[in-house]
């Protein structure tokens, strides 16, 4: 019997010293990497890469533009998700669905008023750059569209 506590005695002694152990090794690598002069840096890309994937991952299909039912309910729920999302503090993803509904909206001048209006300055910012970058989109696709129409039209020719 006594050498059984024996042994229940060594392995709990081993379960600690294991357990301070790697506790050590968890702070020494932890100090180690916030100590690295690129570390704010490399975190800040990681973080950014990580928000770029989930808004690509969160792109929203577009509506039949020529359902104007469908084009009302989509621009209706872009704008909730989007007053939603930024109320919880998920703004880049707020921005994405408010940009959404601007560019289905039928006078998207006057909701860009509204937005600036209601929306904090670094937010609406944020809104017309979303823009800007979904102009420069559409017109990269539709030059690239437009390249591969042309060939294959000029292969129709042929």
Known sequence: MDSLTNIGKTTKIAVGVASALFLGYCFYFDHKRRSAKDFKKKLHEKRQERESRKVKKN???????????????????????????????????????????VIVCGQPTQLLQVLQQTLPAEVFTMLIHRMREFQSEVVTQSASTGLKLAESTNDDLE
Request: aromatic share 4%.
């Open 59 to 101: 792109k929203t299909k577009m509506p039949d533009l020529t359902d104007h039912e469908a084009v009302q309910r989509y621009f209706l729920h872009e704008i909730q998700m989007g007053e939603a999302l930024i109320s919880q503090g998920d703004i880049s993803n707020g921005v994405e669905h408010l940009a959404n509904a």
